[in-house]
């Protein structure tokens, strides 16, 4: 792990530092399957530096490697009820620390010994139900009460209804909850029975409209969404968009209802990990000073390990990502045989749903030299990607905040993105008149948008390259850290505390 200097402000002392818990079913470097490993990772860093104290809690999956858990200390272990019937489980709390956050894993074989993380909604309703319990009883068991926690996505969204009922008096009681929305499109939809069952919560919790959806069925998230004191998502766009039938994933009426305690903030990046002046699996790592010369010796390492044809004047568009509908794929099966020219050449990185894996192997086979897909989960190929690639395709059909556009600008690979969500919030569009932006960018979810915006930019890239150096110095420098957003989180949370002072 790379050493942070942890700058306190000169006011903070032990007894003033914010204390904050992390809740949340995935954590880099611990298990990632996307975004929301890295901002669970990233946040806790950046909110360090300001001076809180921060705590990660997590479960400890058997899919964790071992060359994280073998440094992990037992802290104590004891039973939680939990179920209608109030079965006991087991609680174990495994900690470690890295850079000053302390990561707080919990043990529990019956429910963390199986997945990658995650198996189906039927296993992952108990699963997170028991995660979001053991987090609270954790908090208590360890004597660390926060003034904040900070809980992600529906996995953790019981942790409100649970705070507010079965942990009422206790210590952990006293703590304000924010929620994060990293993606609506999963929210822990089941039957009333089922979670009755397996949470253990109140019976009137679901005669309200907080938790139920109609007779039958019931969404944890809508619930954790109704009772939690602060929501937030992460980009001011998507916070807008999820109030609209076409981003609410069903619960827009719900959260326009919940409005005024719903904002959005945009996420970072960790800068000390994506940086290509230091990173070490880049083949020639580069800055903002040196990209010129250095940036094409990771484009002809790639080249050369994805077996495409080697010629610097080739233009190569990356594509790092879930392939899953969200991610705008369609459009880019749509326009493939469009892209190719002879110049172009496409670098695809990504697991999921089958229909696309096949689809860009297919591209692969059709077009030897000038397409490669990579079907597999690597970080190392991510980071090569990044910094090999000229330019990168995020047209996604919405993105909460989106990282991989982020990482690209920093890479000086440049996005081309559909103007939705965080891709809105962080991507400015190429402006030839007053030589501004960072990006290409087109709106309407249709082939024909993407296939203008990827020519706009390879019309810049083949016919005006000193343009185009520019823009790439300007996304290297734009900042996509985590400093401003954090010291928002910290504003937010600090009027929480000031509101629950005053009350
Ligand atoms: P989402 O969370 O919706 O998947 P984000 O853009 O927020 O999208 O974050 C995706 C993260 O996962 C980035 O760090 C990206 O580099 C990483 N990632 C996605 N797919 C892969 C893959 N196949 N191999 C390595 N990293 C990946
Ligand atoms: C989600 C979103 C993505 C966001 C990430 C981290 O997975 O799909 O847009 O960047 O969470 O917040």
């Not at 949340?24 to 104290?53: H, I, N, Q, W």
């Not at 900690?95 to 302390?102: A, C, K, Q, R, S």
């Not at 020639?284 to 495409?308: C, D, G, H, V, W």
Request: aromatic letters at 12%; hydrophobic letters at 40%; proline letters at 5%.
């Amino acid at each position: 792990m790379s050493e942070v200097a942890v700058a306190l402000p000169l006011e903070s002392s032990a007894e003033s530092r914010r204390k904050i818990a992390f809740v949340g079913s995935e954590c880099y470097p611990f298990v990632k399957t996307g975004g929301l490993g890295d901002v669970m990772y990233a946040l806790p860093r950046a909110l360090l530096r300001e001076g809180c104290e921060v705590r990660v809690i997590l479960p400890l999956y058997q899919c964790i490697p071992q060359k994280f858990t073998k440094n992990l200390t037992w802290k104590g272990s004891f039973m939680m009820d939990l179920t209608l019937e109030g079965r006991t489980f087991f609680v174990g709390i495994m900690e470690t620390e890295i850079d000053g956050v302390i990561y707080d894993l919990i043990d529990n074989k019956e429910f963390f010994d199986w997945g990658n993380p995650y198996t189906g909604l039927w296993e992952d309703i108990p699963k997170y139900c028991y995660f979001s319990k053991a987090s609270l009883a954790a908090l208590n068991y360890l004597e660390w009460t926060p003034d904040i926690i900070h809980c992600h996505d529906w996995q953790a969204s019981l942790v409100p209804l649970y705070q507010k009922t079965r942990f009422w008096g206790t210590p952990v009681a006293s703590a304000k909850t924010v929620l994060t929305i990293h993606n609506l499109r999963f929210q822990g939809i089941c039957s009333i029975d089922h979670l009755k069952y397996w949470s253990g919560l109140p019976d009137y919790l679901f005669n309200y409209p907080e938790l139920k959806i109609n007779d039958q069925e019931c969404n944890m998230f809508k619930g954790g969404l109704a009772l939690t004191d602060w929501i937030t998502t992460v980009s001011e766009t998507y916070a807008e968009e999820i109030q609209t039938p076409a981003f609410g994933e069903g619960l827009d009426s719900h959260l326009r209802y919940h409005a005024p305690k719903l904002s959005g903030i945009v996420n970072g990046i960790d800068t000390e990990i994506w940086n290509p002046d230091t990173d070490q699996l880049l083949a020639a790592p580069y800055s903002a000073e040196t990209f010129l010369e250095r940036k094409i010796l990771n484009k002809r390492a790639l080249q050369e390990s994805m077996k495409l044809e080697q010629n610097d004047g080739h233009m190569i568009l990356g594509l790092v990502s879930r392939l899953t509908d969200q991610k705008g794929l369609d459009l880019i099966d749509a326009i493939f045989p469009s892209l190719m020219d002879g110049n172009t050449q496409v670098v695809v990185l990504g697991t999921g749903d089958p229909r696309y894996e096949s689809a860009f192997q297919y591209y692969e086979s059709k077009y030897p030299g000038f397409v490669s897909a990579n079907i597999t989960y690597n970080e190392g190929i991510a980071h090569r990607i990044y910094a090999g690639a000229d330019a990168f395709l995020v047209p996604s059909l919405f993105e909460p905040c989106g990282l991989t556009q982020l990482i690209a600008m920093r890479y000086g690979t440049v996005p081309i993105v559909r103007e939705t969500g965080g891709l809105k919030d962080t991507v400015a569009p190429w402006n030839a008149e007053a030589n501004e932006g960072n990006g290409f960018t087109f709106t309407q979810y249709l082939p024909g948008r993407l296939l203008d915006a990827v020519n706009r930019a390879k019309t810049l890239f083949f016919t005006d390259r000193w343009h185009w150096d520019e823009m790439v110095r300007r996304t290297m420098l734009k900042d996509v850290s985590w400093v401003k957003s954090a010291r928002q989180y910290l504003d937010l949370y600090d009027s929480l505390c000031e509101d629950e002072a005053e009350s």
